[in-house]
């Protein structure tokens, strides 16, 4: 499954959820703080993330061949973030530039790229337990990423 999600909260223990079955967008609270990541998602995750968001499955979705610099969209009450993210999967290579998408909207933030992006993974690693990472609003931890 290329679909993971962390629910990070002000006042309780952070967790990794095992799916988004019985999320509910509208009860996030603003000490609270999902953020969904995709990496290579398949078009049925996307469609499942952009129903739950109530927004089009096209948010979602990648175009390296057709993106041709970082991109910055508002769309009312979420915004997507377009740009070039660097992967470093052996330190012994070369940087690797992705593109990768960030849409946020009230309490939350989704990650979408194609392959791992190794600072995902090592804010994932870092980030555990009782952070307070739930009371940044969706646009702080864009500028995070």
């Excluded at 610099?69 to 940087?95: C, E, I, W």
């Excluded at 994932?124 to 646009?139: C, F, N, P, V, Y």
Aim: hydrophobic residues 40%; glycine residues 6%; contains cysteine.
């Amino acid at each position: 499954m290329t679909l993971r999600s962390m629910l990070y909260s002000a006042d309780a223990p952070d967790r990794e959820l095992e799916g988004l079955e019985g999320v509910r967008i509208e009860s996030l609270t603003d000490r609270q703080l999902l953020w969904i990541d995709l990496a290579s998602a398949d078009a049925g995750e996307r469609a499942s993330v952009a129903r739950l968001l109530d927004c089009e499955p096209e948010l979602l979705a990648l175009d390296p061949p057709h993106e041709k610099r970082p991109r910055l969209a508002n769309y009312g009450r979420l915004f997507r973030l377009t740009a070039m993210a660097v992967g470093l999967t052996d330190p012994h290579q070369k940087a690797r530039p992705r593109w990768m998408a960030l849409l946020a909207g009230p309490n939350y933030v989704v990650s979408v790229h194609n392959g791992d992006i190794d600072f995902v993974q090592e804010l994932r690693d870092r980030e555990k337990g009782d952070t307070l990472i739930g009371a940044l609003s969706a646009e702080s931890f864009v500028a995070s990423l």
